[in-house]
């Protein structure tokens, strides 16, 4: 891909910001969303289609499996668009972290068919990494889940929690441990010994439970294995915390504006409540929030479109994205619901839509307590390094 210069690559994406926020405004107005809600499998598969048809499903995918190989700037535009309104649809589990882990395994025949028919909107895959119970957070390099050899083919045994989507997608790549290490292996949702327990989120969402019970593959569904299998996971991981913030960012914004707009309409004492200045001091304190949380996240999309970011760099400004925006969702959140008073607690009122989409996403792949601990983790592992 031929990078384009800097102005032209602007004009381009407010253009593409302007048709994503325009398509997005007009075909998932917030009502869909309320609509979808704990109506498995959470999602529209036709609007999903839709999104196909704009081509963005093959944003990230390169040009020769039918994609567009575009950046992820590009990406975060559809993806803030989106989130802005509610909609459900799994963009970024789907599109960045199964279709970047696809795309980081290693060009096999498999991967290559996945992602051609994910860039088409054929196929929804899902990633399948997580296997705590608990808050507390796997390691990406193991897993308690089994992949053997059977003969000339596979057999997986074992369990994955949290896997989003949790239902309705096609199929699973779901990482194991094998006897090269760290294995990556794609296990169809129709495949015999696969259990699945759909499980509703806050959001009206779902997300799943898989039980592996000796399911047997074909040795083609190997995708990667050992420090191949490592590094791609880890680098999807990064890419999909820098989105999941992308889309927390545009919903702390949709939060701030219905917050602010209730405060110059709801008159008392004769007079917008706005006009109060402890609650125009905690208005302020919110758009802080949300600028902070802007600039690391510009910062974050920035490095992801860098060619020479070295992997510990790009781990890092992940953890560090993803802490901030987690943060500030859910305190932006709580805030605008005391700022509206009793009507923000209704589930008839949007701001819960924002609320709720906000809860799930802050917790996903790790909350603030969890990837500021991987930050200072990073950050000592690569100072010390550098005093070796």
């Known amino acids: 891909m031929t990078t384009p210069p800097d102005s032209e690559r602007a004009d381009q994406l407010n253009m593409l ?71 459900p649809e799994p963009v970024v589990p789907v599109l960045v972290f199964a279709g970047r882990l696809l795309a980081h395994a290693g060009a096999t025949e498999l991967a290559t068919r996945l992602l051609t028919e994910l860039a088409e909107g054929r196929t929804l895959p899902a990633v399948a990494w997580q296997e705590q119970v608990t808050g507390a957070q ?19 045994s074992g369990g994955k929690r949290h896997v989003r989507p949790g239902a ?9 441990s094998g006897a090269n290490g760290l294995a990556l292996v794609w296990v169809p949702a129709n495949a015999s010994g696969l259990t699945l327990s759909s499980q509703p989120l806050a959001d009206g969402s779902y997300a799943a439970q898989l039980d592996f019970n000796s399911v047997r593959l074909p040795a083609g569904h190997l995708l990667a294995e050992g420090p191949a299998a490592v590094a791609a996971l880890a680098r999807a991981y990064d890419e999909t915390l820098v989105l999941s913030s992308v889309e927390l960012l545009a919903l702390v914004r949709g939060m701030l504006t219905m917050t602010l707009d209730y405060l110059r309409t709801r008159v008392q004492f004769g ?55 987690s943060d500030a969702g859910l305190q932006v959140a709580r805030e605008a619901v005391q700022l509206h008073g009793a009507i923000g607690v209704t589930d008839e009122y949007e701001l819960g839509l924002y609320l ?17 601990r991987r930050y200072a983790d990073l950050t000592r592992n690569a100072t010390e390094q550098e005093h070796a």
């Open 17 to 87: 910001r302007e048709s994503a926020l325009g398509f997005a405004t007009k075909e998932s107005p917030l009502h869909r969303a309320r609509a979808l809600r704990h109506q498995a499998p959470g999602y529209d598969r036709r609007f999903w289609s839709a999104l196909a048809e704009q081509g963005w499903t093959g944003l990230l995918v390169p040009e020769s499996l039918g994609g567009y190989e575009q950046g992820f700037a590009e990406m975060a535009e559809v993806a803030a668009a989106l989130a802005a309104q509610v909609a």
């Open 138 to 156: 796997d390691p990406l390099d193991q897993a308690a889940t089994r992949l053997e050899r059977a003969g000339d083919g596979l057999m997986l």
């Open 168 to 176: 309705g997608a096609d199929g699973y790549i779901v990482s194991a």
């Open 271 to 325: 007079k917008p409540i706005g006009s109060f200045q402890s609650l125009q001091h905690r208005a302020v304190d919110l758009l802080i929030q949300q600028e902070l949380t802007a600039s690391v996240v510009s910062q974050a999309v920035a490095l992801l479109d860098d060619p020479q970011a070295d992997a510990t760099a790009r781990s890092a400004m992940a953890s560090r994205v993803k802490a901030r925006a």
């Open 356 to 372: 709720q989409r906000a809860l799930v996403l802050a917790a996903w792949l790790g909350n603030g307590t969890l990837q500021r």
